[in-house]
């Protein structure tokens, strides 16, 4: 089983719609959890941390949910430049990855918003 | 701020040659940098962490006499492919973890290889 699961998609929506990414990840031990945003043939920028309370900012909503070991995404009012691939990132606690924080990535929800 | 450059950003080269590929922090200090490899429409996967003035550490699978790193200073580090093929073609991505920050990593924006 993958550390970290997600939907591959590809998600196709029109403009204006609300798109929601779901993650799964095995070790219950993790403690940090991220949204990655990767567009084509480029690194990874960090769209938000995810905490236990949920949080907002701005047209994202991140949630996280300890017990069921589950992370969402959701985006509101989808604009054509959140087409890109989102990656769901688990921080590895160091008893679990030999002695380092280590991130661990999921491969990707596409999401294409066409007009 | 936290600004993390790579160089070269795309190279080509023939079977059997080595590719260095450069990992800068340009305006802060790190201490442990960590290198990744991404295949087409798969996810980031780590190949080694490394610590400033001490060996990698490489995770299971990636061979470090193929993989030579080097983080001689705090704000460099190097990944050298040696001998390397086709199945080497890939997009390298290297981050920095700033000192006495544990969790947040800076991505450089990746250097794509292709072996002919």
């Known amino acids: 089983r993958k550390e970290v699961e997600q939907d591959p998609g590809p998600f196709n929506v029109p403009e204006g719609a609300t798109v929601a990414f779901n993650c799964t990840y095995s070790n219950s031990a993790s403690q940090s959890f991220f949204w990655y945003r990767q567009d084509c043939r480029k690194e990874p920028k960090l769209l938000m941390s995810v905490y236990s309370s949920g949080n907002e900012d701005g047209r994202f909503t991140a949630q996280l949910n300890r017990a069921s070991q589950y992370i969402s995404l959701l985006i509101r009012d989808s604009k054509l430049s959140d087409s890109a691939t989102y990656l769901c990132?688990?921080?590895?606690?160091?008893?679990?990855?030999?002695?380092?924080?280590?991130?661990?990535f999921g491969a990707g929800t596409r999401l294409a918003v066409h007009p | 701020g936290a600004v993390v450059s790579q160089h070269p950003s795309w190279v080509i080269c023939k079977s059997g040659t080595s590719v260095k590929i450069e990992c800068r922090s340009l305006d802060f200090q790190a201490t442990t940098m960590f290198w990744y490899r991404q295949f087409p429409k798969q996810s980031l996967m780590l190949m080694a962490t490394?610590?400033?003035?001490?060996?990698?550490?490489?995770e299971q699978g990636v061979e470090k006499d193929k993989f030579l790193i080097n983080h001689a200073s705090l704000t460099l580090s190097t990944l050298t492919v040696t001998s390397a093929h086709p199945e080497d073609s890939s997009f390298y991505i290297c981050?920095?973890?700033?000192?006495?920050?544990?969790?947040?990593?800076?991505f450089g924006p990746g250097t794509r290889l292709t072996v002919l």
């Open positions: 490394s610590n400033e003035g001490s060996k990698a550490t490489y």
């Open positions: 981050s920095a973890r700033e000192r006495g920050d544990t969790d947040t990593q800076y």
């Open positions: 990132v688990v921080l590895s606690p160091r008893a679990f990855s030999g002695g380092y924080n280590k991130l661990i």
